[in-house]
C-alpha cells in the first residue's frame, strides 16, 4: 500500500518528462540535421504509410478468423491471436492516420475528400473507396475497443454486424492502393494476392465451421427411410367405455369353519290353551250374573 502511495506522485514526472520529450523533438526538427530526418520520415510515410495501414489490416482480419478456431488451436493459442488481432488493429488505425495526414499536407486529398466519399476533383472513384474504407476500419477499431459494453446489450448480433465492417473494408482499401496514385510494385502486388487468399482460406473455414455447427445442433427431419414400419396385421382398435356401468356384486356368504355337526334344537312343548270363565258360561246365565239374580 505504501508503494502504491509513493509511485502516484511520480505520473505528473512522467507526463512533464514526456512532453519535455515532444518540445525537444519538434526544436531538433528546425534544425539542418532534423530536417533531414524529418524529410525522411515524411518521405517515408509517403511511400509506405498506406501499404503498412492494408498489410496491417490484412493480418488483423486474418488473425481475427483465426482466433474463432476451436478444431485445432488451444486456448492459448486463441489468447495469443487475439492480442494481434488488437495490435496490428491498433497499428493499421495509427498507420491510416498517418497516411491520411500526409496526403492532405501533400495536397493529393482534401480536407473535405477525407470526411464524404466520392467528391475528389480526380481519381474520384478510388478516393471515395479508400474513405469507405477508413470508415468501416474506424468503426471495426471501435467496437472492438468497447466490446465488454456489449455484454450485457440485449441484441448480441448488432456487434457482430458493426465488428465485421473490417470484412467490407479491406477489399476496399485492396482496391484503393491497387488503383491509385503510383503504380505499386511488384512485391507489394504479389503481398496483397497472398493476403487475399490467406483471408478467403480462413473464412471459408469459419463459415464450414459455423454452419458445421448448425447443422449439429438443429434436429434432422424424418424421411421415409427413418419412419417406423408397419406391420401387415393392423390390431383392432380398443374400445373404451365412455358410459360408466354398474357393476353387480356378489352377495357376501359367510363361511364358518368346518367342524362336527350341529343336532338340531327340539321345538318345546306347547301348552293347551285355557279358557277363560267368561267362555264356558251360556248367555243366560251371564245376563242372569249382570242383573243380579240367583239361578241356583
Given at each position: 500500500?505504501?508503494?502504491?502511495?509513493?509511485?502516484?506522485?511520480?505520473?505528473?514526472?512522467?507526463?512533464?518528462?514526456?512532453?519535455?520529450?515532444?518540445?525537444?523533438?519538434?526544436?531538433?526538427?528546425?534544425?539542418?540535421?532534423?530536417?533531414?530526418?524529418?524529410?525522411?520520415?515524411?518521405?517515408?510515410?509517403?511511400?509506405?504509410?498506406?501499404?503498412?495501414?492494408?498489410?496491417?489490416?490484412?493480418?488483423?482480419?486474418?488473425?481475427g478468423?483465426?482466433?474463432?478456431?476451436?478444431?485445432?488451436?488451444l486456448?492459448?493459442?486463441?489468447?495469443?491471436l487475439?492480442?494481434?488481432?488488437?495490435?496490428?488493429?491498433?497499428?493499421?488505425?495509427?498507420?491510416?492516420?498517418?497516411?491520411?495526414?500526409?496526403?492532405?499536407?501533400?495536397?493529393?486529398?482534401?480536407?473535405?475528400?477525407?470526411?464524404?466519399?466520392?467528391?475528389?476533383?480526380?481519381?474520384?472513384?478510388?478516393?471515395?473507396?479508400?474513405?469507405?474504407?477508413?470508415?468501416?476500419?474506424?468503426?471495426?477499431?471501435?467496437?472492438?475497443?468497447?466490446?465488454?459494453?456489449?455484454?450485457d446489450?440485449?441484441?448480441?448480433?448488432?456487434?457482430?454486424?458493426?465488428?465485421?465492417?473490417a470484412?467490407?473494408?479491406?477489399?476496399?482499401?485492396?482496391?484503393?492502393?491497387?488503383?491509385?496514385?503510383?503504380?505499386?510494385?511488384?512485391?507489394?502486388?504479389?503481398?496483397?494476392?497472398?493476403?487475399?487468399?490467406?483471408?478467403?482460406?480462413?473464412?471459408?473455414?469459419?463459415?464450414?465451421?459455423?454452419?458445421?455447427?448448425?447443422?449439429?445442433?438443429?434436429?434432422?427431419?424424418?424421411?421415409?427411410g427413418?419412419?417406423?414400419?408397419?406391420?401387415?396385421?393392423?390390431?383392432?382398435?380398443?374400445?373404451?367405455?365412455?358410459?360408466?356401468?354398474?357393476?353387480?356384486?356378489?352377495?357376501?356368504?359367510?363361511?364358518?369353519?368346518?367342524?362336527?355337526?350341529?343336532?338340531?334344537?327340539?321345538?318345546?312343548?306347547?301348552?293347551?290353551?285355557?279358557?277363560?270363565?267368561?267362555?264356558?258360561?251360556?248367555?243366560?246365565?251371564?245376563?242372569?250374573?249382570?242383573?243380579?239374580?240367583?239361578?241356583?
Amino acid at each position: 500500500m505504501a508503494n502504491a502511495l509513493r509511485s502516484r506522485p511520480g505520473r505528473p514526472s512522467g507526463r512533464r518528462a514526456l512532453a519535455a520529450a515532444v518540445v525537444l523533438l519538434l526544436a531538433a526538427a528546425f534544425t539542418p540535421p532534423g530536417e533531414h530526418v524529418l524529410g525522411l520520415c515524411h518521405r517515408l510515410l509517403d511511400f509506405y504509410a498506406g501499404v503498412f495501414c492494408l498489410v496491417a489490416l490484412s493480418v488483423t482480419v486474418m488473425a481475427g478468423l483465426a482466433a474463432t478456431d476451436r478444431l485445432v488451436l488451444l486456448v492459448r493459442h486463441r489468447v495469443l491471436l487475439q492480442a494481434a488481432h488488437r495490435s496490428t488493429a491498433s497499428a493499421a488505425v495509427v498507420f491510416l492516420g498517418c497516411h491520411v495526414v500526409v496526403k492532405v499536407m501533400e495536397a493529393h486529398a482534401g480536407v473535405l475528400d477525407v470526411v464524404l466519399p466520392f467528391l475528389a476533383s480526380k481519381h474520384t472513384a478510388v478516393i471515395g473507396l479508400g474513405t469507405l474504407s477508413g470508415y468501416g476500419l474506424a468503426a471495426a477499431a471501435w467496437t472492438g475497443a468497447i466490446r465488454g459494453r456489449f455484454a450485457d446489450f440485449a441484441h448480441p448480433w448488432v456487434w457482430r454486424v458493426v465488428h465485421s465492417c473490417a470484412y467490407l473494408a479491406w477489399p476496399m482499401a485492396i482496391v484503393h492502393g491497387l488503383t491509385s496514385g503510383r503504380s505499386a510494385a511488384t512485391w507489394v502486388t504479389v503481398s496483397y494476392v497472398v493476403c487475399v487468399l490467406l483471408v478467403g482460406a480462413g473464412l471459408l473455414v469459419r463459415l464450414s465451421v459455423t454452419w458445421g455447427r448448425r447443422l449439429r445442433t438443429t434436429p434432422k427431419a424424418q424421411t421415409t427411410g427413418s419412419l417406423p414400419r408397419i406391420p401387415a396385421e393392423i390390431p383392432p382398435p380398443v374400445q373404451r367405455r365412455t358410459v360408466r356401468e354398474p357393476v353387480q356384486v356378489a352377495p357376501l356368504t359367510t363361511v364358518r369353519p368346518a367342524g362336527p355337526p350341529v343336532a338340531p334344537r327340539a321345538a318345546p312343548p306347547v301348552a293347551p290353551r285355557r279358557r277363560k270363565a267368561f267362555e264356558t258360561v251360556s248367555d243366560d246365565e251371564y245376563w242372569a250374573v249382570l242383573r243380579g239374580e240367583d239361578l241356583r
